[in-house]
């Protein structure tokens, strides 16, 4: 340990109350909850409760995160749900980092839903890290202090003269060691001062964080523990299937239940009217039977007829069409407008006009939408891979007229969600289903359904102006989004753009005008919302206006950077220019920018800030004739400290390998309504041959930490279309690359 980090914890040690010298005024709100374990041991309590600042110390509630036994197990709690991302691993390394916990004997457990206790758990925004990062490493520290002072107690010495490594504590002067499990059940008893007194390790000091730490539940999922969503079995459960109209809003007329209830193995077959909420439940028929495969044979004898008087019937080349002719005048509502761009663009050396577009997309998780559900005595147990338990959990008790206090949500862990998964209408299904029939139901969605009922990417059309003064800079910058609305007022989610949004703030004359076009089709989050659409226009268009120019494309961008500085002062999750031209050229760097290439070959340039990250990439492309082979991409990010370099690593990586998928050959068509696109045959996923080498490169920074299972998503579309164009003169302003006659090898 250093010596500033030695001279803290001895400054703290000096004031923590042991059981002969209580703490005085010490607020149940302010302090850390600490307890016998049962068996003996310690539990530590710790945790913001939803809404709280973690810098209101006065806004702390209890809530178990960790738990030492006497037999020196420790066993670590992760609060949010486990959804590939890595997050049940990230937050028992915090946790084991400050504790000073040997990581070989931790066990790293989900937590049960209960935002009471832990405040807000959900996976979605890269913001798990974010939010919890000094939470949990508070917790951490305090369990390491606890145990130093008890250790101490024990030996009769100072407390000052102790340290700690791999879960024991250590006397300096004698090389004495007691196991954190020696002390736990004596440490428990000790009170506990405020957590922001507590101090911390800086990073010079970690032996964990930083490091490639294979995941927690990595042997189990690889020996096929069960331990999804889809996995769960329960006793005497039965299995339905949820019949909706394939157009939003659509209602039963009529059915043939009777032919279906006749069905082997089908126990029931009824109708749900639902609340007419798409985002609870919406009119359906039910089939329950003795297995899943009975239920969907029972399926396809179904038979009905829909009144669709208020379905949705959106067309999406009607769309395309509207987007189109409203691309020829500004927006109707105006964003932001700073200096004149249409004189700069008028007046400018260079200027261009483009017009691109982005389709709606399913999240298609590879675990198609599941619940199990028992509706007994009152109350309701569901056990799902939602994102999003606590919303879940209201939503349930909301349809079915219950107290929060009756519903009890089990997190399973999630085999894919993207966004999807933050809304819990399949939820709300299963429990409907179980209070119906009064049976324990598991109900489980086919990939026709999850293609059919998803909450689609909304598609996006840009219509772009640029201006290039006669010294090479950008000097004019308009931007008019075409998206859509659901309520006529606001656009619907990941449908809007920002005034903050990359360039405009970093040019003299902007305007960016919005224009909402009405839609039924129901849309959400999908992976880096906003972002995965705007960087494709807006990243590709800066590309054009360099080469028009003349400039080099590296050159270009880090000159709209300028000087370093916050976008938004004071604003810690804001662009910072001197970070994004840092990635900027750490990619260019990596990849070999300005190398000679054949002439087949290209490198594209792309960047994005979003979700408090900033995201550089290189795509190294191979073009013969209108066939695209990626031969590398290069990733560099800036955000800030790494927790685990294997998971952020792999999120890089699935991101950008997520991004091709969608930009090569992914798009919804819409037609009455109905999206047309069943399966991955009419969706098609990436395959491995066509996956490129994705290199990772990671800024060292000392900013608040930040995640990334989004933000390395938008730059990958421009940085490959923008290769594209380099090595064979193609521009691609419409995705997906199928669109314009462009297919991956």
Same mark, same amino acid.
């Given at each position: 340990?250093?010596?500033?980090?030695?001279?803290?914890?001895?400054?703290?040690?000096?004031?923590?109350?042991?059981?002969?010298?209580?703490?005085?005024?010490?607020?149940?709100?302010?302090?850390?909850? +600490?307890? @016998?374990?049962?068996?003996?041991? %310690?539990?530590?309590?710790? *945790?913001?409760?939803? =809404?709280?600042? /973690? &810098?209101?110390?006065?806004?702390?509630?209890?809530?178990?995160?960790?738990?030492?036994?006497?037999?020196?197990?420790?066993?670590?709690?992760?609060?949010?749900?486990?959804?590939?991302?890595?997050?049940?691993?990230?937050?028992?390394?915090?946790?084991?980092?400050e504790?000073?916990?040997?990581?070989?004997?931790?066990?790293?457990?989900?937590?049960?839903?209960?935002?009471?206790?832990?405040?807000?758990?959900?996976?979605?925004?890269?913001?798990?890290?974010?939010?919890?990062?000094?939470?949990?490493?508070? +917790?951490? @520290?305090?369990?390491?202090?606890? %145990?130093?002072?008890?250790? *101490?107690?024990?030996? =009769?010495?100072? /407390? &000052?003269?102790?340290?700690?490594?791999?879960?024991?504590?250590?006397?300096?002067?004698?090389?004495?060691?007691?196991?954190?499990?020696?002390?736990?059940?004596?440490?428990?008893?000790?009170?506990?001062?405020?957590p922001?007194?507590?101090?911390?390790?800086?990073?010079?000091?970690?032996?964990?964080?930083?490091?490639?730490?294979?995941g927690?539940?990595?042997?189990?999922?690889?020996?096929?523990?069960?331990?999804?969503?889809?996995?769960?079995?329960?006793?005497?459960?039965?299995?339905?299937?949820?019949?909706?109209?394939?157009?939003?809003?659509?209602?039963?007329?009529?059915a043939?239940l009777?032919?279906?209830?006749?069905?082997?193995?089908v126990?029931?077959?009824?109708?749900?009217?639902?609340?007419?909420?798409?985002?609870?439940?919406?009119?359906?028929?039910?089939?329950?039977?003795?297995?899943?495969?009975?239920?969907?044979?029972?399926?396809?004898?179904?038979?009905?007829?829909?009144?669709?008087?208020?379905?949705?019937?959106?067309d999406?080349?009607?769309?395309?069409?509207?987007?189109?002719?409203?691309?020829?005048?500004?927006?109707?509502?105006?964003?932001?407008?700073?200096?004149?761009?249409?004189?700069?663009?008028?007046?400018?050396?260079?200027?261009?006009?483009?017009?691109?577009?982005?389709?709606?997309?399913?999240?298609?998780?590879?675990?198609?939408?599941?619940?199990?559900?028992?509706?007994?005595?009152?109350?309701?147990?569901?056990?799902?891979?939602?994102?999003?338990?606590?919303?879940?959990?209201?939503?349930?008790?909301e349809?079915?007229?219950?107290?929060?206090?009756?519903v009890?949500i089990?997190?399973?862990?999630?085999?894919?969600g993207?966004?999807?998964?933050?809304?819990?209408?399949?939820?709300?299904?299963?429990?409907?289903?179980?209070?119906?029939?009064?049976?324990?139901?598991?109900?489980?969605?086919?990939?026709?359904?999850?293609?059919?009922?998803?909450?689609?990417?909304?598609?996006?059309?840009?219509?772009?102006?640029?201006?290039?003064?006669?010294?090479?800079?950008?000097?004019?910058?308009?931007?008019?989004?075409?998206?859509?609305?659901?309520?006529?007022?606001?656009?619907?989610?990941?449908g809007?753009?920002?005034?903050?949004?990359?360039?405009?703030?970093?040019?003299?004359?902007?305007?960016?005008?919005?224009?909402?076009?009405?839609?039924?089709?129901?849309?959400?989050?999908?992976?880096?919302?906003?972002?995965?659409?705007?960087?494709?226009?807006?990243?590709?268009?800066?590309?054009?206006?360099?080469?028009?120019?003349?400039?080099?494309?590296?050159?270009?961008?880090?000159?709209?950077?300028?000087?370093?500085?916050?976008?938004?002062s004071?604003?810690?999750?804001?662009?910072?220019?001197?970070r994004?031209?840092?990635?900027?050229?750490?990619?260019?760097?990596?990849?070999?920018?300005?190398?000679?290439?054949?002439?087949?070959?290209?490198?594209?340039?792309?960047?994005?800030f979003s979700?408090?990250?900033?995201?550089?990439?290189?795509?190294?492309?191979?073009?013969?004739?209108?066939?695209?082979?990626i031969?590398?991409?290069?990733?560099?990010?800036?955000?800030?400290?790494?927790?685990?370099?294997?998971?952020?690593?792999?999120?890089?990586?699935?991101?950008?390998?997520?991004?091709?998928?969608?930009?090569?050959?992914?798009?919804?068509?819409?037609?009455?309504?109905?999206?047309?696109?069943?399966?991955?045959?009419?969706?098609p996923?990436?395959?491995?041959?066509q996956a490129p080498?994705?290199?990772?490169?990671?800024?060292?920074?000392?900013?608040p930490?930040?995640?990334?299972?989004?933000?390395?998503?938008?730059?990958?579309?421009?940085?490959?279309c923008?290769?594209?164009?380099?090595?064979?003169?193609?521009?691609?302003?419409?995705?997906?690359?199928?669109?314009?006659?462009?297919?991956?090898?």
């Amino acid at each position: 340990m250093s010596a500033h980090y030695t001279d803290t914890l001895a400054a703290f040690l000096d004031e923590l109350p042991s059981p002969e010298k209580p703490a005085t005024d010490l607020s149940r709100r302010t302090f850390l909850q +600490a307890s @016998a374990a049962v068996g003996g041991g %310690l539990m530590l309590s710790f *945790a913001l409760p939803r =809404g709280a600042s /973690a &810098n209101n110390a006065d806004a702390f509630a209890p809530n178990a995160y960790l738990r030492i036994g006497t037999d020196n197990k420790i066993t670590l709690v992760s609060k949010n749900p486990e959804i590939g991302q890595g997050i049940k691993t990230a937050f028992g390394m915090i946790l084991a980092e400050e504790l000073d916990a040997d990581w070989s004997t931790v066990t790293v457990e989900q937590a049960a839903t209960d935002e009471a206790t832990y405040g807000s758990q959900f996976a979605g925004g890269s913001m798990s890290v974010r939010l919890n990062w000094d939470t949990l490493r508070r +917790a951490g @520290a305090t369990g390491r202090v606890l %145990l130093v002072a008890a250790a *101490a107690d024990r030996w =009769g010495v100072d /407390a &000052n003269s102790c340290n700690t490594e791999s879960s024991f504590v250590v006397h300096t002067d004698s090389g004495r060691k007691l196991a954190y499990g020696d002390v736990a059940a004596l440490a428990a008893t000790f009170p506990i001062p405020a957590p922001e007194s507590v101090p911390l390790k800086q990073p010079d000091q970690y032996h964990l964080l930083g490091e490639r730490i294979t995941g927690v539940d990595n042997h189990a999922l690889v020996t096929g523990q069960p331990l999804f969503g889809i996995d769960k079995a329960i006793d005497n459960a039965r299995y339905a299937t949820y019949v909706k109209c394939p157009a939003t809003g659509g209602r039963i007329k009529t059915a043939n239940l009777d032919a279906v209830k006749a069905v082997d193995g089908v126990i029931d077959a009824f109708v749900l009217e639902g609340n007419n909420n798409v985002q609870q439940l919406m009119p359906g028929i039910a089939i329950v039977a003795d297995s899943t495969w009975s239920a969907i044979k029972a399926r396809r004898a179904l038979e009905v007829e829909w009144d669709e008087t208020d379905a949705c019937c959106d067309d999406s080349e009607s769309f395309e069409r509207e987007a189109q002719a409203l691309s020829q005048r500004h927006g109707d509502t105006e964003i932001v407008r700073r200096g004149n761009s249409q004189r700069a663009i008028a007046n400018a050396a260079v200027r261009l006009e483009a017009f691109y577009s982005y389709p709606f997309l399913s999240h298609a998780p590879l675990e198609p939408q599941n619940c199990t559900a028992w509706y007994r005595d009152g109350q309701i147990e569901l056990w799902a891979p939602t994102q999003t338990p606590g919303r879940g959990l209201s939503n349930v008790a909301e349809l079915l007229g219950l107290d929060e206090s009756q519903v009890t949500i089990h997190q399973t862990r999630i085999g894919g969600g993207f966004g999807r998964r933050l809304i819990n209408d399949w939820m709300c299904e299963a429990a409907a289903i179980s209070k119906h029939s009064g049976l324990p139901i598991k109900l489980q969605w086919t990939r026709e359904d999850d293609m059919a009922h998803d909450f689609y990417r909304v598609a996006g059309f840009h219509s772009l102006k640029g201006a290039v003064d006669s010294a090479g800079k950008l000097s004019g910058w308009e931007d008019h989004l075409i998206s859509f609305s659901s309520d006529g007022d606001r656009p619907v989610s990941g449908g809007g753009i920002r005034a903050t949004e990359f360039p405009a703030p970093l040019v003299d004359n902007t305007r960016i005008t919005q224009t909402l076009m009405p839609l039924k089709v129901p849309t959400g989050p999908w992976r880096a919302p906003g972002s995965n659409g705007i960087a494709f226009a807006v990243q590709s268009f800066i590309q054009e206006l360099a080469t028009a120019a003349n400039r080099d494309h590296l050159e270009f961008l880090l000159e709209i950077m300028g000087e370093p500085r916050w976008l938004e002062s004071g604003n810690a999750g804001a662009l910072h220019t001197g970070r994004a031209a840092g990635v900027i050229r750490h990619a260019a760097q990596a990849a070999g920018w300005g190398r000679e290439l054949p002439a087949n070959k290209g490198l594209g340039l792309a960047f994005h800030f979003s979700h408090a990250g900033h995201i550089a990439e290189v795509a190294e492309v191979t073009v013969n004739e209108k066939t695209v082979t990626i031969d590398r991409v290069t990733v560099a990010a800036d955000v800030g400290p790494i927790v685990n370099l294997s998971g952020a690593e792999s999120q890089c990586q699935g991101a950008v390998i997520d991004g091709i998928s969608a930009m090569a050959g992914q798009k919804l068509n819409v037609s009455k309504g109905r999206i047309q696109e069943a399966n991955f045959h009419q969706y098609p996923m990436l395959r491995m041959p066509q996956a490129p080498q994705v290199d990772v490169h990671f800024i060292d920074s000392d900013y608040p930490p930040s995640g990334l299972g989004e933000p390395a998503l938008p730059p990958v579309a421009p940085a490959v279309c923008n290769a594209i164009f380099a090595a064979s003169g193609i521009r691609i302003r419409e995705l997906p690359l199928l669109s314009s006659g462009v297919r991956l090898a």
